[in-house]
């Protein structure tokens, strides 16, 4: 019965779910941005998630010309799709109306070659082509061990140091990529102007001011206190209540 129970409001809550995006959808295209967001929001409030939801929340934002939340869940639609185009380029779009300059310096020499590599897919394609490659591996394995003609014998055997090098690659990178993952906390500035201070307080001088909608990163947690780095590496401390996680 207690089944039954939940099934009816797990059921229950995706058709609510299902009603307030479509309904969402049909305000956008009217031009209702407001009651547009009101709907998507109440969608997000059920618990239901997925990159379309944030998508069409962040299309509403920039559309009210509310820099923060826009690049916020364009942010956010883009964690569950990175490889999204259109994801991407409604965000640079969005970044545009920031007041922020902030470079991103890139990675150099072989450490760029390598991060350029690994950031070709995210950590659940590299863990699906792990194995991908582990099911290859199998069958050249077994190839190997029933074939009784030695040509076809050496091919299964070169075949297999092949792809357990394939493997290790993939595993290792799989692996670096969820790390990353998991140690990089982006967050976006949601007032309109912060300072950003030396120290986690509030008597401490200010190193430099930031303003809404610019991407930080969270590196340490003090009380109400975020110490935060840009893309350019310059750090400071940040009061908590400025920024939004984006996860």
């Known amino acids: 019965m207690k089944n039954i129970f939940y099934l009816l409001l797990l059921t229950t809550q995706l058709f609510f779910a299902q009603n307030g995006f479509e309904n969402g959808n049909t305000l956008y295209q009217k031009g209702k941005y407001e ?19 944030y998508f069409n929340l962040g299309n509403c934002y920039y559309k009210l010309n509310r820099v923060a939340p826009a690049i916020y869940n364009y942010e956010k639609a883009l964690l569950l799709n990175p490889n999204d185009t259109e994801i991407q380029n409604n965000l640079e779009f969005a970044q545009k109306l920031t007041i922020d300059e902030v470079k991103d310096i890139q990675k150099v020499g072989f450490s760029k070659l390598i991060h350029n590599f690994t950031s070709v897919f995210d950590y659940n394609t590299w863990a699906w082509i792990s194995v991908i490659v582990s099911t290859l591996f199998l069958l050249f394995f077994m190839g190997y061990y029933f074939s009784q003609i030695a040509f076809y014998k050496r091919i299964f055997f070169f075949g297999m140091f092949a792809l357990l090098f394939l493997l290790l690659i993939s595993v290792s990178t799989a692996i670096s990529e969820k790390n990353d993952y998991e140690n990089e906390k982006p967050a976006i500035i949601f007032t309109e102007a912060v300072d950003v201070k030396s120290e986690p307080q509030k008597a401490s001088p200010s190193v430099f001011i930031l303003h809404e909608g610019t991407k930080v990163f969270v590196q340490e947690k003090m009380s109400n206190w975020n110490k935060i780095q840009l893309t350019d590496g310059t750090e400071g401390w940040i009061e908590k209540s400025a920024i939004r996680e984006v996860k």
């Open 35 to 53: 009651q547009a967001v009101t709907a998507y929001e109440s969608v997000l409030s059920s618990k239901e998630h997925s990159s379309e939801l």
